[in-house]
């Protein structure tokens, strides 16, 4: 059982910042994905950002940018570094990583980030 926690969220106004964290309990190098996803209020769950095993960085397009995912591996901690913020990012945050075989997810509680005036 891999066992996720997030922190970070908060209220910002239009064109702030905020940094996501995620701590796992495993060598997060060991993963095949690590990723920080995103739901709104009524809208399905998305992809924000993803590290895949080999190192490689995936970004929605809506992030436009504005966002940088990082990780620390001898800390087995991500990070999402998320500038100029804007009201429809709003939405409840998760890290999400992926094992290798057998191949399970596992999602993080979730952390809310407000971008309101």
């Known amino acids: 059982q891999v066992h996720i926690v997030e922190s970070g969220g908060g209220l910002v106004q239009p064109g702030g910042s905020l940094k996501l964290s995620c701590v796992v309990s495993?060598?997060?190098?060991?993963?095949?994905?690590t990723g920080w996803y995103r739901q709104a209020p009524g809208k399905q769950r998305e992809l924000v950002a993803v590290?895949?095993?080999?190192?490689?960085?995936k970004y929605a397009d809506f992030v436009k940018g504005r966002f940088t995912i990082s990780r620390d591996n001898a800390k087995n901690t991500m990070f999402l570094q998320m500038n100029s913020l804007q009201p429809e990012d709003t939405a409840v945050y998760f890290c999400n990583v992926v094992t290798n075989y057998p191949v399970k997810v596992y999602w993080g509680q979730g952390t809310q980030v407000t971008a309101s005036s």
């Open positions: 590290i895949t095993g080999g190192g490689r960085i």
């Open positions: 495993e060598s997060i190098v060991s993963f095949a994905n």
